[in-house]
T-cell receptor
Framework: ETGVTQSPTHLIKTRGQQVTLRCSSQ?????VSWYQQALGQGPQFIFQ???????GRGNFPPRFSGLQFPNYSSELNVNALELDDSALYLC???????????FGSGTRLTVV | KQEVTQIPAALSVPEGENLVLNCSFT??????LQWFRQDPGKGLTSLLL?????REQTSGRLNASLDKSSGRSTLYIAASQPGDSATYLC???????????FGQGTRLTINP
């Protein structure tokens, strides 16, 4: 098992810019989810992809979008960055949610 | 709408003590519940996964219980060590929800 890897680990962006965060899921995991975690809070669900199709979305605006690729990698894109988008972004993958999720180490995004 | 609450928000105990962390959820229609550990600024490490049909799971010094009818789970840590210091998060996978709903976590400090 290779686990879940995320890149980059940290980045700083300016308000109004666009950002792409990347995730490489554990091999064989067809489901990938993205979460946003503000400081001192629990993670909040952004969206989930299953076999390259979005199959669940949380209460986030359309400027948060994603892609999942056949090689178990995925992306989270955020347009028109706002200061409140500053957070730790976590990627999680699963073969089947009944068997739990494996999380990556996260990407710390700071918007200035 | 599933809501997850963790009490207390923070806990500080001397090394060697046994302790219990609490998690409550509002909707008992769940697939499973997962306990995670999070070190400062890091990703989530899965500790235990309890299916809705199970009453408890054990891993080393950790024991998690689930009472679905009352909407409660507990994480029991035996013989606590300074290395156990971290934030502990519980997450519920609800039926038909395609996502995890997290509590806000309990920040645990074990004092040598």
């Amino acid at each position: 098992e290779t686990g879940v890897t995320q890149s980059p680990t940290h980045l700083i962006k300016t308000r109004g810019q666009q950002v792409t965060l990347r995730c490489s899921s554990q091999s064989g995991h067809n489901t990938v989810s993205w979460y946003q975690q503000a400081l001192g809070q629990g993670p909040q669900f952004i969206f989930q992809y299953y076999r390259e199709e979005e199959n669940g979305r949380g209460n986030f605006p359309p400027r948060f979008s994603g892609l999942q690729f056949p090689n178990y990698s995925s992306e989270l894109n955020v347009n028109a960055l706002e200061l409140d988008d500053s957070a730790l972004y976590l990627c999680a993958s699963s073969w089947d949610s009944l068997y739990g999720y494996t999380f990556g180490s996260g990407t710390r995004l700071t918007v200035v | 709408k599933q809501e997850v609450t963790q009490i207390p928000a923070a806990l500080s105990v001397p090394e060697g003590e046994n302790l219990v962390l609490n998690c409550s959820f509002t909707d008992s229609a769940i697939y499973n519940l997962q306990w995670f550990r999070q070190d400062p600024g890091k990703g989530l490490t899965s500790l235990l996964l309890i299916q809705s049909s199970q009453r408890e799971q054990t891993s080393g010094r950790l024991n998690a219980s689930l009472d679905k009818s009352s909407g409660r789970s507990t994480l029991y840590i035996a013989a606590s060590q300074p290395g156990d210091s971290a934030t502990y998060l519980c997450a519920v996978n609800s039926q038909g929800a395609q996502k995890l709903v997290f509590g806000q976590g309990t920040r645990l400090t074990i004092n040598p």
